[in-house]
């Protein structure tokens, strides 16, 4: 899916979100042992987690500048950085990924100098991760004295065998996991859903089918995706 331009996303949103109730009720019955989709809601239209997801990091547009580093495809980091973004690298564990600049594994030792980028968007990958002290160890020592990770993990999601998922995450969970390396203090956490968008989430329900007031409600009971801004202290 191609993203638009950062300063759009209120805009798509609030356009995604002009629907009537009765169209979102008739989403929500569509009642069945199947899901309506089993790519999270992604062949249907856009995902409840991907909007989140869109919320956080437009958030915390600003942060992503200078020398970027994301995993397997830009997007994020040219959508939401701009022009402030002067030079990306693409990371992929293997040789598979042509869109990779970087080729390295992140738990293991590898040559990515210490102290290289200003800001790291690392979206959906650490709940595919067995060695979780070791990646988030690695990432805090590439980034520069006050560089930011910014961070998307699953919280309530439908489990894909073939994506090799192993981990969901509470904010909690995700919180002590930054903080081992980045210190409680420097993590800031968020969580994103409610009764009624996690319960969609798992049917393969999509934003489009929710009135913006039930989309935007925040339930601490209830997250669907969990993100966080790590800073890298300066000293």
Not at 150 to 162: D, N
Request: contains cysteine; proline residues 5%.
């Amino acid at each position: 899916m191609l993203l638009r331009p950062a300063q759009s996303v209120a805009r798509r949103v609030r356009g995604l979100l002009k629907i009537s109730r009765a169209t979102a009720t008739r989403g929500r019955l569509a009642l069945g042992i199947k899901p309506m989709s089993y790519r999270w809601g992604e062949d249907r239209g856009f995902p409840i987690h991907r909007y989140y997801l869109d919320c956080f990091l437009d958030q915390y547009a600003r942060d992503i500048r200078g020398h970027c580093l994301e995993f397997q495809d830009p997007a994020y980091v040219l959508h939401f950085g701009g022009a402030a973004v002067t030079k990306l690298d693409v990371i992929h564990i293997d040789d598979s990924n042509p869109r990779a600049t970087l080729v390295a594994d992140l738990t293991k030792p590898n040559e990515i100098p210490a102290g290289l980028f200003d800001c790291i968007v690392c979206t959906h990958v650490l709940h595919m991760v067995y060695e979780l002290g070791k990646i988030v160890a690695e990432l805090h020592r590439i980034l520069k004295p006050g560089g930011v990770l910014l961070v998307a993990v699953p919280c309530v999601s439908m489990w894909e065998p073939r994506e090799h998922e192993l981990w969901r995450f509470t904010p909690e969970g995700l919180e002590l996991v930054l903080a081992n390396a980045f210190g409680a203090s420097n993590v800031t956490v968020h969580a994103f859903g409610n009764s009624l968008t996690a319960a969609g989430e798992i049917r393969g329900l999509v934003v489009e089918e929710f009135t913006e007031e039930e989309v935007r409600y925040r339930d601490e009971h209830f997250p669907v995706e969990v993100c966080a801004r790590a800073l890298k202290a300066s000293s």
